[in-house]
């Protein structure tokens, strides 16, 4: 699964290796990786494909932002812009929300309503405990991390999540 390298298009998947790439990270998770990143890493490239956003750009989304119940289709609101979602995106989407409701119900009514949040605690850090999963946004860095590591266990390559935009 090689980016194509022409002008204009370095690094860029191809829109049916872009598919074929979400839909294996939404189904395979690789022995010992996490589940709940491995979703969240499958939700944030499906998000970067569909709606042609860099993952810095869909960093500050709230679980409101996602409506998958808009007829006559289900929308990611960024920035005032409705952008629409295809059936797998929603597919997606509906498990990393699953999946952050379970993480934040732990926050006992305290949900800060991001959508991007950490799935496991933190390291201590100066001797100062991590937040909570949940009370926080989840890094850009770390998910640009999570993704890189998890397409390379996936499928060999450690594409970024740049390489899923669409091609102008």
């Known amino acids: 699964m090689r980016a194509q390298h022409s002008a204009g298009y370095a690094d860029r998947l191809k829109p049916e290796q872009a598919y074929k790439l979400l839909r294996t990270l939404a189904v395979r998770r690789p022995t010992g990786a996490n589940a709940?990143?491995?979703?969240?890493?499958?939700?944030?490239?499906?998000?970067?494909?569909?709606?042609?956003?860099a993952v810095p750009q869909l960093h500050q989304l709230n679980a409101t932002d996602i409506d998958l119940e808009r007829r006559p289709v289900p929308v990611v609101t960024i920035a005032d812009f409705d952008h629409p979602v295809d059936?797998?995106?929603?597919e997606i989407l509906r498990r990393r929300l699953d999946v952050r409701a379970g993480i934040t119900k732990a926050l006992e009514g305290s949900d800060?309503?991001?959508?991007?949040?950490?799935?496991?605690?933190?390291?201590?850090?100066?001797?100062?405990?991590?937040?909570?999963p949940g009370l926080t946004r989840a890094?850009?860095?770390t998910r640009h991390a999570a993704h890189r590591n998890l397409?390379?266990?996936?499928?060999?390559v450690p594409l970024r999540p740049y390489a899923l935009l669409p091609r102008p």
């Open 36 to 53: 709940a990143n491995a979703i969240r890493t499958a939700a944030v490239a499906a998000l970067v494909a569909a709606t042609g956003r």
């Open 87 to 90: 059936k797998h995106t929603v």
């Open 112 to 132: 800060p309503g991001y959508l991007w949040i950490p799935t496991k605690p933190g390291r201590e850090r100066a001797g100062v405990q991590p937040p909570k």
């Open 139 to 141: 890094a850009v860095r």
């Open 151 to 156: 397409v390379l266990q996936v499928v060999g």
